[in-house]
């Protein structure tokens, strides 16, 4: 007999491990930002919160993997209980695969985003330092 999986619990891993703490820092930096956005980081902050976001992503996976195994469950047997369940077990775990998909989505894009944040303070930083350089007469 086979065991039963246990419910995959997205986000969990977020809430109650590490990158609640180590994400702290960047969460109260963007909540302390002027309205209107405009916060700053440097790319170190933003290889860290990229980290995070691929770890909550490389979890999600996993848990789809459950999720398709709920919603793919079969009756033990040809009966009314059996189907019943199978029934609604099914159907939840079909509704738990989109929104489990919907949050890797979310993931990619916010991946997307930051990478995309970090080349652009990257390139602002390296235009700083030239500029610096060249209005210094090439002492930094």
């Avoid at 916060?39 to 980290?51: G, K, L, T």
């Avoid at 999600?60 to 709920?70: E, F, M, P, T």
Wanted: charged content about 20%; glycine content about 12%.
């Amino acid at each position: 007999m086979s065991s039963i999986p246990q419910m995959p619990t997205p986000m969990i891993g977020m809430a109650v491990g590490g990158a609640v703490g180590a994400g702290a820092s960047f969460a109260a930096k963007a909540a302390a930002s002027p309205a209107g956005g405009g916060y700053e980081f440097s790319p170190e902050e933003i290889d860290n919160a990229i980290q995070q976001w691929e770890e909550l992503r490389s979890g999600l996976r996993d848990d789809i993997q459950l999720a398709r195994q709920i919603a793919n469950v079969q009756a033990p047997a040809d009966e009314p209980a059996s189907s019943m369940f199978t029934g609604s077990a099914g159907t939840s775990g079909e509704a738990l695969v989109e929104q489990t998909q919907a949050m890797i989505d979310h993931c990619n894009e916010y991946i997307r985003a930051l990478k995309r944040a970090k080349g652009v303070t990257e390139e602002t930083d390296a235009q700083a330092a030239q500029d610096a350089t060249s209005s210094g007469g090439g002492a930094l």
